[in-house]
């Protein structure tokens, strides 16, 4: 992982919620959402908050004496996602999961949408959440299976390869598709002290208005944007166009299907593990 694999900053945080957000996010952070809403809470922290759309689920499910921390390691998505859900309940902070600035046994939940993929090292990320969990208390995120379940992450990847063939950018096969085996998962999970794992797999299909929308949430509102504009930096039209072709010659020129496939797990510390 390169530090270009992390960086949401610039324009990335405006497109990424507008195009990708209510494209491939929206129905696993509203199931999210749902399962934590179950265990009545009080005291959350979510990892990863990107722009909020997990967050603004929770605010919206969850009773009105729960609290909720939501952190991230981007400040630009931070803010973006603050600007955008101001309620009292929820505070917004600046936060590797990998040195969690919170006390030991601070939080019932600990939530990640679609972010350890992200974590440098999953063991210690893990670690951290168990750290900051109460006695008995839930973690739950979920990841993205393996990008050929995916099909417009897929096709877009497979469209940039064409027109990088020397230097593909590989981007979301590498970070958001690169965690899918969950047998690593729950070997991850074990080393760092958790037990009672549940995994579950759900599909969903992922619509767009038009190729082109598809083709802009990839590649400009994500870090594979990063990747195209290091190996060419004034290809990135031409390679959202690239992408958008290849999209329509799949899926066709108007509203667009494409089937979407993640993991959605949830841990509770062992009892044998204590801070």
Excluded at 108 to 116: I, L, S
Excluded at 118 to 127: A, H, L, R
Excluded at 183 to 198: C, N
Excluded at 241 to 260: K, M, P
């Amino acid at each position: 992982m390169t530090a270009a694999d992390t960086n949401f900053a610039g324009s990335i945080p405006e497109i990424y919620d507008r195009f990708l957000v209510p494209l491939i996010f929206e129905p696993y952070a509203r199931d999210l959402a749902d399962r934590i809403a179950r265990t009545e809470s009080q005291n959350l922290l979510e990892i990863a908050a990107g722009t909020g759309v997990l967050t603004r689920a929770l605010a919206a499910k969850l009773a009105p004496t729960a609290r909720i921390v939501s952190t991230d390691l981007n400040q630009p998505m931070l803010d973006y996602a603050a600007a955008r859900l101001q309620q009292d309940r929820v505070t917004w902070r600046q936060a590797d999961a990998l040195a969690l600035p919170f006390e030991n046994h601070s939080f019932d939940v600990v939530t990640c949408q679609f972010g350890v993929m992200f974590f440098p090292d999953k063991v210690k990320g893990f670690s951290e959440a168990r750290r900051v969990l109460k006695p008995r208390g839930y973690l739950m995120f979920n990841v993205w299976d393996r990008i050929s379940d995916n099909e417009f992450a897929d096709v877009v990847t497979e469209a940039l390869a064409s027109l990088f063939p020397q230097n593909p950018p590989l981007f979301m096969a590498r970070i958001p598709h690169g965690y899918h085996d969950v047998e690593k998962i729950r070997e991850d999970l074990t080393a760092a002290g958790f037990s009672d794992i549940s995994i579950e797999t759900i599909d969903h299909v992922s619509r767009a208005a038009t190729p082109d929308d598809a083709a802009i949430a990839y590649c400009q509102g994500t870090p594979l944007r990063n990747e195209i504009e290091a190996r060419a930096p004034l290809r990135l039209e031409e390679a959202t166009q690239a992408a958008t072709d290849a999209l329509a010659r799949r899926f066709g020129n108007s509203l667009i299907y494409g089937r979407i496939r993640a993991h959605v797990i949830s841990a509770i510390p062992s009892a044998s593990q204590a801070w």
